[in-house]
Every structure is written in C-alpha cells, then in structure tokens.
C-alpha cells in the first residue's frame, strides 16, 4: 500500500510541473497587422481634348467614265494593257470599220451625184434667165410674141425650182457623208479622260453594241471617299460651326493594312437628304493619290477631330468602372486612403475619358488595381509610370 501511495505522489508531482509549461505554451498568440495594398495610381489631367470621330468609308474614282461603243460591229483589237494609265483622247479599242467605210463611200458618191444635178440645174436655170432677157424687149416690139414670152418665163421658173431642189439633195448628201465619216470615226473607241482604264469586259471577236460596256476608265487622282454620318453627328457638328463656309472637315485615312495614309484629306460636300433606312447622311471627301496607290472599291477608316473640349478633366479609361450605368472612380486622397466617388463621363478620346463632373485637377485616382480597393481604405499608392501608361490618343492631322 506504501509503495502505490509513493506511485500517486510522483505523478502528482509530474503534473504540478508540466501544468505552467502547457499554460504559457498555449498562450494567443499576437495578431500580425496585414500591410497596405499597392495600387497604381494617375493624376486628373486638365488639357484641351480633341474630340474624334471614325467610320467606314468606300474609295471612289473622281470620275467613272463608262467606256461604250457608239457603233455596232465585231471587236476587232484592243489597244491599252488592262489596268494601265491611260490619257484622254487614247485608242482602247478598234471595231471593224470595213462596213462603215462602204457606208461612206456609198455616201460620197450620192453626194457626187447629188452635185452633178445641181451643176446641170443651175445650167438649165441660167438658159432659161437668159431667154426670158432675150425675148423681154422683143415682146416689148411686138417683135414675137407674148406667148413665147410667158413661156420662157415659166421656164425659167421651173429652172430655179430645180437648183432649189438639187441644192437640198446635196445638203442632205453632205448630211448623210458627215454621219457614215462619223460612224466610221466611232469604230475607234477612245478615252474620255486621264485615268486608269478597267479589265476589258469585251473580247476580240465579240459583236457590240451602244448597251455594251467596254470598260470603265477612273481619274484617281485625287481620290473620292464616301462614309456614313449619322443625323446625331452631323446635327451636333453644324451645332458647333455654324459658319457654313468653315465646315470642311481635315480627314485622316486609316488604310485595310492599319497602316495611316500619309496624305491629308478634306470634305468636299454632303449629301441633300439623310437615309431612310439607315438614318445617315452620304459625305464625301477627297485625298491627294500621287503614284495612283489608293484606287476604286477599296474600304478605308476615316478620321477627324469635330471638337476640342477646353480645360477636360481627363483619366484612363481603365480607371473608371461601370455600373448599372453609373460611374465610379477610386479617389485616393491625401492620407492614402480611398473614397469611392461616383462621376459623370462625357466623350472618349482614345484610352482617355473626359470627366465632365465628379474630379478636380490634380487629385489621384487608382489607375491599376481598383478591383481589391474598398471605400475608406489605407493603400499604398505608386505613380504610373510610362510603360504601363495608355497609348495616346491619336495625332491630329498635319497641315
């Protein structure tokens, strides 16, 4: 019995000791303040904001001349390289002239003859003249008589009845030789303008006609583009220029390749009445085309700048955050800590918004980690550096 009394003590002793090690080793521990989080933050800029607009537009020749036959016969030779330079007045195509040149000489001869019979009725009309002189004072004398007087008159008469009627017939021959020489002419299809000439949508041997086109022949430089305003756009733009002589837009073209034409262009006019079904106004403009590069059909970006916004409040777009339709933006104030401030946006330029009410210049807002920040939180704010900037807006056109 002494021996398990012994037994207790020593693990009673056992316990007395243990117990202050297993009290402080499971003493809480401090809790570890967690550091502020990073975000990148952007001042509120207050410039003068080129206001863009862009759309789509399609080149046009500054004149189509549509290149149709005026005569009908078979193709005989065509004469230009198929989309060559071509100049005015140059030979496209040939028709065989074999038949209009028959016209013509048939015609000549009708004329020929048209001014034999006209030489022996003048002939004829000066013996009658002549006898009507001759007879006129022995009537007078009783010499002949009347009768033979009357006669030589009327003959005469019919004599000039006759040049009158020789001389129509040979009008209309010289007529009839004016238009066969003018046919034969036509077998010769020529340019009406400077320009680069079409693929010939005829072949050698084929029979045409005045409804049969050729080709088409397109003067490209300059250049017309043709792009859809809409009634909004255009009304806001008058709205701003009222002058209606200042209304030329300088436009920029932005080519299929992405690459940007290097050549300025203006707006030479707008259409006289909007699209029904689209809604849009018809503009077009003209751009220099030196070397001929730019040609017909192509699409094209055309760009402007319809507005300058004075003294805009100006952020990266990736700094304000929607929704539902409201804007919002991370203003991190003078002590690092965030307020969350809803604002109004007005136009986009480029990766910058215009902020028409909601900042100040100069405040700091987070450009870069908006997502993890809460209203009235500490942060620790870095500026955005250069690299990590937006791209620009694009460059105004150079005059």
């Not at 316990?15 to 989080?37: N, R």
């Not at 048209?114 to 010499?143: F, H, M, S, W």
């Not at 002589?245 to 262009?265: C, F, T, W």
């Amino acid at each position: 019995m002494k021996t398990a009394m012994n037994r207790n003590q020593k693990i009673w002793r056992i316990v007395l000791v243990a117990a202050p090690i297993v009290f402080f080793g499971c003493k809480k521990a401090e809790p570890v303040k967690s550091a502020a989080p990073e975000v990148t933050v952007v001042s509120v800029e207050q410039k003068d904001a080129p206001i863009w607009k862009e759309w789509i537009g399609i080149l046009e020749g500054l004149v189509n001349a549509q290149i149709k036959p005026q005569v009908t016969g078979y193709l005989l030779r065509q004469t230009y390289k198929d989309g060559a330079f071509v100049k005015k007045d140059q030979l496209l195509f040939e028709i065989d002239p074999r038949t209009f040149q028959a016209v013509l000489d048939q015609t000549k001869g009708q004329l020929a003859n048209a001014e034999g019979q006209l030489a022996q009725g003048q002939a004829n009309q000066i013996k009658a003249q002549n006898d009507v002189n001759r007879y006129t004072p022995l009537a007078k004398e009783q010499a002949i008589p009347q009768q033979d007087l009357d006669n030589a008159i009327q003959a005469n008469l019919a004599a000039k009845a006759q040049v009158d009627a020789a001389k129509a017939q040979v009008e209309a021959a010289k007529a009839q030789v004016a238009s066969a020489q003018l046919n034969l002419g036509f077998t010769k299809v020529l340019s009406l303008i400077d320009g680069i000439a079409g693929i010939a949508q005829a072949q050698i041997g084929d029979l045409v006609s005045p409804s049969i086109l050729l080709t088409t022949v397109s003067t490209v430089d300059p250049i017309k583009i043709y792009f859809p305003v809409s009634e909004r756009e255009y009304l806001d733009y008058v709205k701003e220029h009222p002058d209606e002589d200042k209304r030329h837009l300088r436009l920029q073209m932005i080519l299929a390749n992405g690459s940007v034409y290097p050549h300025e262009g203006q707006t030479t006019l707008v259409d006289r009445q909007v699209d029904v079904k689209t809604g849009t106004l018809r503009v077009q403009g003209v751009f220099p085309n030196p070397g001929n590069v730019l040609r017909p059909g192509e699409y094209a970006r055309i760009r402007t700048i319809i507005a300058t916004r004075k003294d805009a409040l100006v952020v990266p777009q990736k700094a304000v955050s929607e929704l539902q339709g409201n804007y919002q933006v991370a203003v991190v104030g003078s002590d690092n800590k965030v307020q969350i401030r809803p604002v109004k946006v007005g136009e986009r330029i480029g990766t910058d918004w215009i902020i028409a009410e909601g900042l100040k210049p100069g405040e700091r807002v987070v450009a870069e980690g908006i997502q993890k920040v809460r209203d009235g939180m500490a942060v620790n704010p870095k500026p955005l550096t250069a690299t990590a900037a937006a791209q620009p807006a694009p460059a105004a056109p150079t005059r």
